[in-house]
């Protein structure tokens, strides 16, 4: 029988020992950790994630700004609104909700934010210092991943941990978290054009998977006693809920599950998680403040 990891109640227990340290930042006569946010248009996605970081800001006690602009907003007016969150002493961290307009590179936006205000970890310097085993700000999701493993005491010292997906964001910071001293994984990045993909995923012992797209993970694809981490959520049509769409993960949950040690589900795995990085970076940014 496989143990679902419960993403929520981790997440739930940082954010108290979050909340704690504000409790004691204010008894040193500091103010709250302040996290900011910039949403560029109106994407269902977006609204919804950004909707659930303004709320852990009040939970924790974390004092929030969200800044919306419309999809029209030219790339200069954009870098100027991140260049003033990145001059604004009450600001600790900020983020850019991705994705962007089309019109918008990503790149730019991410190089332009202040490496000691990026929340998200995803500026050059920030990921670099990652990649050297040096102290910054992580990337929020492989932060969350590797904290839920760690949280479950789930053993990756030696194992085969295999990576399905190579992107910026997730895989590829994933599996140089997991391949450093203190986890030692031993990590295989597999992506669209991997070939024998099917038989290498099969070899892990612990499959993290991110490539977005849903149910790509088949229970031929996964070992007996395996643990998954499903890092997906994507929307797909459904007649069972009264929005028409429900969350999938990139794993086919109910086949893949009964040959697990340990699997999160979509939703309520890797998420919560995710949004509780952000909290915890910008907390470390507070603390850094002189």
Not at 168 to 183: T, W
Not at 200 to 221: H, K, L, N, W, Y
Request: aromatic residues 4%; glycine residues 8%.
């Amino acid at each position: 029988m496989y143990i679902l990891i419960d993403g929520k109640k981790i997440a739930s227990l940082i954010k108290k020992e979050i909340a704690d340290e504000v409790t004691r930042l204010k008894n040193e006569s500091r103010r709250a950790p302040h996290l900011a946010a910039i949403l560029v248009g109106n994407d269902p996605s977006s609204e919804t994630y950004v909707a659930n970081k303004v709320k852990d800001c009040e939970e924790v006690g974390f004092l929030s700004t969200l800044l919306r602009f419309g999809n029209d907003i030219t790339v200069p007016a954009l870098l100027n609104e991140i260049d003033n969150l990145n001059k604004d002493t009450e600001v600790d961290g900020f983020i850019v909700q991705l994705p962007l307009p089309g019109h918008i590179p990503g790149s730019k936006v991410i190089e332009s934010i202040d490496p000691a205000k990026d929340a998200d970890g995803f500026h050059p310097v920030n990921i670099g210092r990652m990649v050297a085993g040096i102290p910054g700000f992580l990337p929020a999701t492989p932060y969350g991943i590797v904290e839920l493993l760690k949280r479950y005491d789930i053993e990756t010292t030696g194992r085969n941990c295999v990576v399905i997906g190579r992107s910026n964001i997730v895989g590829r910071p994933v599996s140089i978290l997991l391949s450093q001293k203190g986890m030692d994984a031993t990590v295989t990045v597999v992506h669209s054009r991997s070939r024998n993909l099917r038989d290498i995923v099969r070899q892990a012992e612990i499959i993290i998977a991110a490539i977005g797209s849903p149910g790509f993970v088949t229970a031929d694809m996964v070992s007996e006693g395996a643990v998954v981490i499903d890092v997906g959520t994507s929307r797909v049509p459904s007649s069972e809920t009264s929005s028409g769409w429900r969350l999938a993960g990139d794993v086919d949950f109910d086949k893949v599950a009964p040959k697990c040690s340990y699997i999160t589900p979509v939703p309520g795995g890797v998420g919560p998680m995710t949004r509780v990085a952000l909290l915890r970076n910008t907390l470390m940014a507070a603390r850094m403040r002189k």
